[in-house]
């Protein structure tokens, strides 16, 4: 298996052959395919499986053309908010799409700079994002992507009410993937209400980080 079986596009193919990443791992070829079809998607997988691109990869496939504000990915906390951005930027940037990153802790200004640039993919933590919507500063009706990720850590923090706001404004046809290290019932729950018919994809195996 590698990375152009999986139907993955040229500028996307061309980003990973630059990160210098050989093969998919075992979470990226469980879970693109699906994704890639545009199904909903649960997989539980820790940090260190190669996650994030299990859901970046497919994501930008899907998107490839620009539009204001059409994935979001939701992270407890801004390191994890932060790593995701970063892998979004890396993979994306053959497709010339833009991004924006909402994290609490700092001041709006170059937040509302990238917000202004009409974003096409989104990275927040659920509080600074819910404070933007309720200035105005985005929208999320566009939204055909929602991600979800380190969702167990999310509802430890208290998130639940604040994730399930943000879930009700985007679109019920949105495609959703939700990524969590185990899957409790709360986790399970809030994916029986927030996702329709979902693939699931489970893995333990961690690959050295590069
Ligand atoms: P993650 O689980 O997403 O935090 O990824 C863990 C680490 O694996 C990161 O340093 C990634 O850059 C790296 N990684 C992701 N996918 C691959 C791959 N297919 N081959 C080698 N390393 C990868």
Redesign the pocket.
Known sequence: MN?KDLGLCPEILRS?EE???????P??AKAIPPILEGRDMVGS??????????FALPTLHRLREPGECRALALAPTRELAI?IEE?FRFYGKHLGLKMALLYGGVKYGKQLEQLGNKPDIVVATPGRLLDHMGQGNLNLGKIETLILDEVDRMLDMGFIEDVTKIIQKTPRSRQTLLFSATIPDSVRRLADWALNDPAEAKIDI??T??
């Open positions: 990375f990973i990160r210098g990443y050989e093969e998919p791992t979470v990226q997988a820790q940090t260190g499986t190669g996650k994030t691109a299990a790593q892998n961690k690959i980080a590069a």
